[in-house]
């Protein structure tokens, strides 16, 4: 029968320390429950499941709560995550993972990545997705940045995934508001995400927050396929 047993997680890359009776930091990154057997199709990887103290048994993170996208061995190094990005998501026990590195730091994805229904991505201040290749997010799942936050970048196609406070901004797409960078690139993915949409009931209301987006080239706006569901796109204080 397996038995809790208590540690700490608290370095990037993570630095396994047992220590009985002490509990996580406060940034509460999981307890670890130890256990003779692993879940099917999962091994030892340092992230979710470490090796015991205890010759033949196991470490198992148990998860309380957002959970950090460096302590899934998710990192803004320039190379592709999304392997491990997907195998967090995949996870049973996470349901939110946060990106909060230093400013400017992106992600890659340069494969399919999909977030489940019931999982959220979430980005603090210049925390963001983008791709170098070919990359693509799908799913059921929710994102969830600020009106001014980006979320994802570059030629990365997004779909499916809905905003969790149901706003969408050209900001979530790259875009920068400034009256000098062509906004047009962002703007545009705005809308096709949006009309990635079309079949669920409530799609979310897009926002342009006050900013003078610069626009050189036309921009299309591919809206059918949406019934008589309404559309609400608003500014305020926004000049194109």
Do not use: W
């Not at 397996?2 to 406060?26: E, H, K, M, R, W």
């Not at 499941?49 to 309380?64: A, E, H, N």
């Not at 000098?180 to 545009?188: E, G, L, V, Y």
């Amino acid at each position: 029968m397996s038995t809790t047993y208590y540690g700490t997680l608290d370095s990037i890359p993570v630095n396994l320390s047992v220590q009985p009776g002490q509990a996580f930091p406060t940034d509460r990154q999981g307890t670890l429950v130890e256990t003779d057997t692993l879940p099917p199709g999962a091994s030892v990887d340092n992230i979710f499941y470490f090796d015991s103290p205890t010759t033949g048994l196991f470490l198992q993170r148990v998860f309380d709560g957002p959970v950090r996208a460096a302590h899934c061995g998710v990192y803004a190094d320039g190379t592709d995550q999304t392997s491990k990005l997907q195998t967090a998501l995949n996870h049973p026990a996470i349901n939110e993972i946060v990106f909060d590195y230093f400013e400017t730091s992106p992600v890659v994805i340069n494969g399919a990545l999909t977030v489940p229904a019931n999982k959220q991505l979430t980005f603090n201040k210049g925390n963001y997705l983008t791709t170098t290749s070919s990359g693509t997010i799908s799913g059921a799942g929710l994102y969830d940045a600020t009106e001014y936050g980006r979320a994802f970048d570059g030629n990365l196609v997004v779909s499916g995934i809905h905003p969790a406070r149901n706003v969408a901004t050209p900001f979530h797409f790259g875009a920068a508001g400034n009256n000098a960078t062509d906004d047009t690139p962002a703007i545009q993915r705005l809308f096709n995400y949006l009309y990635s949409l079309r079949i669920i009931d409530t799609p979310p209301t897009i926002v342009f927050p006050a900013a003078v987006y610069f626009t050189p080239a036309a921009i299309d706006l591919p809206l059918g396929g949406f019934g008589t569901r309404f559309i609400e796109i608003l500014g305020y204080g926004a000049t194109l």
